[in-house]
Nanobody, 130 residues
């Protein structure tokens, strides 16, 4: 079981930056891939970004949705058991509830499918005003 807590959401003006955090209480999260997804009102959940576990051997460490590439960056800090989503040049269409999710045991590599993530946080609201 992986327990995740998101934070850092809020209301910002378009063009501003925001950093979301996804924290876990123990280092278990470091051995699995973690992803960020978002869901806007009336829309389906969509993939944002994901990062490999700290034990993955692949040189491709992250995946970012083509729609956010160049604006959003995902990183992780093993010492803090935390994964970050840096959001730059925000747009009103970025408004959504953002969720982080962790893969299960042996889930070392980032995936853009929510079905690959059995553990989810409660979400944090991001609102971007124009």
């Amino acid at each position: 079981q992986v327990h995740l807590v998101e934070s850092g959401g809020g209301t910002v003006q378009a063009g501003a930056s925001l950093r979301l955090s996804c924290a876990a209480p123990d280092p278990t999260v470091n051995s699995v891939a973690v992803g960020w997804f978002r869901q806007a009102p009336g829309k389906e959940r969509e993939f944002v970004a994901a990062i490999n576990s700290l034990t993955a051997t692949s040189t491709i460490g992250t995946r970012v949705s083509v729609y956010m590439r160049g604006r959003f960056t995902i990183t992780r800090d093993g010492a803090k058991n935390t994964v970050y989503l840096q959001m730059n040049s925000t747009k009103p269409e970025d408004t959504a509830v953002y969720y982080c999710a962790a893969r299960g045991p042996l889930g070392f590599y980032a995936s853009d499918s929510g079905l690959d993530y059995p553990f989810w946080g409660q979400g944090t609201q991001v609102t971007v005003s124009s």
